[in-house]
């Protein structure tokens, strides 16, 4: 782990991304050393400290720290955290902000499931907590995630692979860490995050790589009626690539539903790595 360029482990107890969730982070998948997705997890970094007011860290810098971190890493997660940094008590932003910027390299998630076969599908369910609509922090991945956690308390079930979360008015948004598709009406439908949730990289490889190969896409609000009316879903985060969805509840799907190779081509692009490095 490295804080502010150099070997740590701690940020100072008034830390804004500790006492208030002030910041941001993103989640690379690591292949062979490298980062795979970096353009597209900078780019979101830095929409996102815009969209605070955080000033954008050095993409210089932060490749430099990256590669110092994953040096002789095969494969594993890294994690990119920046904070506002330190200032008075209150929620009053300091005039002149100094960010924390955290770099962390961990191994590959434990659970083999994240990086099934996509033909093996997953089982999910449906999460009670909602998510809170506000437009001003919807498509970042802003620290505060209390959402996601509380939503993730519900199910111990080993054999849950993600939980699906819906915002106040019941339109299905996204799972607690993960961005959806369903094969509804022979298209694909993803639910929209100008509301609510993360526009996920993935997310994003998946509608352009859809519109390039002609397959009929759109955003648009999903009801849970449609959940169970459709054919298949799919799910898709940096570290699932892109997963088919085997059953929710009782409702089981079409694993052959999803466009095959549509699956193949955005997981080959979300685990590629990066080049040059």
């Not at 390299?105 to 369910?125: S, V, Y």
Request: charged content about 25%; hydrophobic content about 40%; aromatic content about 4%.
């Amino acid at each position: 782990m490295l804080i502010d360029g150099r070997e740590a482990d701690a940020v100072a107890a008034d830390d804004r991304g500790l006492l208030y969730g002030d910041g941001l982070f993103e989640t690379i998948a690591v292949r062979d050393g490298r980062p795979c997705l970096w353009n597209a997890h900078l780019s979101r970094l830095s929409r996102g400290a815009d969209r605070l007011g955080i000033p954008r860290p050095d993409p210089r810098g932060l490749r430099v720290e990256a590669k110092r971190l994953l040096a002789g890493v095969a494969q594993g997660v890294l994690r990119i955290t920046l904070t506002r940094g330190r200032g008075p008590r209150g929620y009053r932003a300091p005039d002149a902000p100094v960010p924390t910027r955290i770099l962390a390299c961990h191994p590959g998630p434990d659970d083999d499931r994240r990086g099934a076969d996509p033909r093996d599908g997953a089982a999910i369910t449906l999460c009670r907590t909602p998510l809170g609509e506000n437009p001003r922090l919807a498509g970042i991945k802003h620290l505060n995630r209390l959402e996601q956690v509380l939503a993730r308390s519900e199910w111990t079930d080993p054999e849950l692979l993600e939980g699906l979360m819906l915002d106040g008015h019941g339109r299905v948004v996204c799972g607690t860490m993960s961005n959806l598709f369903l094969v509804l009406d022979d298209a694909l439908v993803t639910p929209p995050v100008h509301r609510c949730g993360v526009a996920g990289t993935v997310r994003g490889l998946m509608l352009e790589h859809a519109a390039a190969e002609g397959i009929g896409v759109r955003v648009g609000d999903v009801s849970v009626s449609d959940l169970f009316r459709a054919r298949g879903l799919l799910l898709t985060n940096t570290l699932l690539g892109a997963r088919v969805v085997a059953r929710l509840g009782d409702r089981r799907y079409d694993p052959q539903a999803a466009p095959r190779p549509l699956i193949e081509r955005v997981r080959a692009a979300a685990f590629r790595p990066e080049r040059p490095w």
